[in-house]
């Protein structure tokens, strides 16, 4: 048996910390429940579905939106774009690479979790609206593509905000304080809207030990809404105050449903209030579905200019740009 890698490397962020312990396989808990909520007639129900949303995100942290606003012709569209641009000849795809430090733009293999310490078997092509220039493929090489996103982007953020602004009415805050600190209209957004790709696990490497499509971690955002397929799992969860158990409750991949997690920077926000939680993506077992895996995920991450406070003091002040870069810094590779 290979050993698994541990890093040891100590980072100044105490996430990290708590990241690079996570990288073993563990074992599997299916009676944890994902939750499903209805944002049907979502303004005259807020308050019954501000009390959902808060005990599912306090309890297991992530919970499925289904009648949440969003077309399934929607969603199946920008998933017929993510299929387009990965099907691109690679030296078509690499002018697009992404930006260091940027959260822009295309990269394969290139994500190195602080869990696993090996690289993430895929590609992914990000979209943080003020930092594209250079970034889009031409109308010639995918039409469309850049209307697609811009507008599914805009729909993730509308229903993002929404969730975020139920989370700020329960903390106290003005119920758009979030949605303030997300501006879309300003030089400082950044978003995030990401297509993945994971790659067909050849038959050699199904049974690896460290062969991870997205290894442990919890997200830098503030909250992720993330869409998968239908057949196409793995994603597990793990939340953050049973972490020492390492065992993983899968998460079913409904097409229809919107999953949600609290990310990192919500958890420092609201003083470990709104818990962030571990996930990933495990490699198919032999027997299971081996071909590709797509997924789409939002990421609400605070424009850069703001900062993130924690009124207890228990994390110090930090702003979202600097919050980001450090993480962004210990998952890629200069
Ligand atoms: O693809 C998925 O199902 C999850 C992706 C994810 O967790 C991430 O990119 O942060
Ligand atoms: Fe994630």
Redesign the pocket.
């Known amino acids: 048996m290979s050993a698994i890698v541990i890093p040891t490397t100590k980072h100044s962020l105490e996430e990290l910390n708590r990241e690079s312990q996570m990288g073993r396989i563990g074992t599997e808990d299916r009676e944890r429940e994902v939750r499903q909520i209805s944002l049907k007639n979502f303004e005259s129900r807020r308050a019954e579905i501000t009390q959902h949303l808060w005990s599912a995100a306090t309890d297991i942290g992530f919970f499925q939106l289904v009648d949440h606003g969003i077309d399934m012709d929607e969603v199946n569209h920008a998933f017929e774009m993510s299929a387009k641009f990965f099907a691109l000849p690679k030296d078509v795809k690499s002018k697009f690479s992404l930006k260091t430090g940027q959260n822009a733009g295309w990269e394969y293999m290139s994500q190195v979790r602080p869990s696993t310490g090996t690289a993430d078997q895929k590609e992914?092509y990000q979209f943080t609206r003020p930092r594209m220039e250079g970034l889009w493929p031409s109308e010639d090489e995918i039409a469309g593509f850049k209307a697609t996103l811009e507008d599914f982007e805009h729909k993730c953020y509308e229903t993002a905000m929404f969730v975020l602004s139920c989370f700020a009415d329960k903390l106290g805050l003005d119920r758009d304080f979030f949605t303030q600190a997300h501006d879309p209209t300003s030089p400082t957004y950044q978003s995030t809207l990401?297509l993945?790709h994971?790659y067909p696990l050849p038959d050699e490497m199904l049974d690896e030990e460290n062969v991870w499509?997205?290894g442990a971690?919890t997200?830098f955002d503030a909250l992720?809404l993330?869409f998968?397929r239908k057949g196409q799992g793995?994603?597990q969860v793990l939340p953050g105050a049973e972490a020492q158990t390492h065992a993983w409750t899968p998460v079913p991949p409904l097409e229809d449903a919107i999953?949600c997690n609290i990310g990192d920077m919500l958890m420092r926000w609201s003083d470990d209030a709104l818990p962030s939680n571990f996930?990933?993506?495990r490699a198919p077992h032999r027997g299971e579905y081996s071909g590709p895996?797509y997924?789409i995920?939002y990421?609400a991450q605070a424009n850069t200019d703001v900062l993130i406070t924690s009124a207890s003091g228990k994390y110090p002040s930090i702003t979202a740009a600097d919050y980001l870069a450090q993480r962004i810094a210990a998952n890629f590779a200069e």
Request: glycine share 4%.
């Open positions: 992914s990401r993945i994971y499509r997205a971690h997200d992720t993330l998968q793995g994603l999953t996930h990933r993506v895996r997924s995920a990421f």
